[in-house]
């Protein structure tokens, strides 16, 4: 049979063929942005836009790492930000999934918690230093609990938002073929809630390393925000450089983290753009 004529006012559908892109192809473009800025940066430095009582150059700031990795400091100061950030992000995520659990999954956990939760998720957890600087001091107590705080609530949002998604059909189907309620959790809505629970994880530790900035503000005598006031008193910009980058460099890093967990948990699934 012969292909018939489009109507008047039509075309004739093509489909769209998607072209697969190497590995290297993605990596090159996606690293053609900071090579910009960095060639930008390096560019304003060397013609003088930029000079070193504004911003140092390039050069001084690999000559800062230089000298702040031979003498220790940087390593002693990532150990110790480090640990104050995987501390308050370890204890946000429990927290944050429990109560999502609890109020996406029980109607009492929602109708007692939500609001309460919701409400506190609007206050500004800078908010809170003060208050934590009175309750638990200046200790490291207070550092963790802060970023502990900020992280909760992207972790709850994402995962009372994932488990009331669950399919309400698949969730009565087990129960009549007699799975318990933590069985049904751990079995059923987890898996089914996997992509929420991973944005959420991202979103709240990409906050952490926000949180930490702050909290290293509270009174600190180690980590990457000491290394920050310490530069400041004496007007290293070089030194404020490398802080600043290790910071970028910690959030771009847990970004990448999750993103290998993600296809590692949920290989099925196309990152969006892959093919395009």
């Given amino acids: 049979m012969s292909d018939t004529a489009a109507p008047p006012g039509l075309v004739r559908p093509r489909p769209r063929l998607d072209k697969p892109r190497g590995r290297g192809y993605a990596l090159t473009v996606r690293a053609l942005g900071p090579v910009a800025l960095l060639a930008l940066w390096w560019a ?111 972790m709850y949002v994402s995962t009372s938002s994932g488990v009331r998604d669950t399919d309400p059909k698949l969730i009565e189907a087990m129960r009549s073929f007699g799975m318990g309620r933590l069985a049904l959790v751990r079995e059923v809505v987890l898996p089914g809630a996997l992509p929420s629970l991973l944005a959420g994880l991202r979103l709240s530790m990409t906050l952490s390393v926000i949180a930490l900035i702050a909290a290293e503000e509270i009174n600190a005598t180690a980590g990457i925000g000491y290394l920050m006031s310490q530069a400041q008193s004496y007007a290293r910009t070089d030194i404020l450089a490398v802080c600043i980058l290790v910071y970028g460099l910690l959030g771009l890093t847990a970004d990448i983290l999750v993103r290998l967990l993600e296809r590692l948990l949920m290989p099925w699934r196309t990152p969006r753009g892959a093919t395009r």
Avoid at 60 to 82: H, I, M
Avoid at 98 to 125: A, M, N
Wanted: net charge negative; no cysteine.
């Fill in 44 to 154: 304003a430095s060397v013609t003088g836009l930029l000079t070193p009582d504004v911003l140092a150059s390039p050069g001084e700031v690999l000559r800062a790492v230089g000298e702040l990795w031979g003498n220790g400091q940087l390593p002693d100061a990532l150990t110790t930000s480090l640990t104050r950030s995987g501390l308050g992000l370890l204890i946000g995520l429990v927290a944050g999934l429990t109560l999502g659990i609890t109020t996406g999954f029980t109607r009492l956990g929602d109708e007692l918690l939500d609001s309460s939760l919701q409400t506190l998720r609007t206050v500004p957890f800078l908010s809170l230093v003060p208050l934590f600087m009175v309750w638990f001091g200046i200790n490291e107590t207070a550092k963790i609990l802060l970023i502990a705080v900020a992280t909760t609530f992207p």
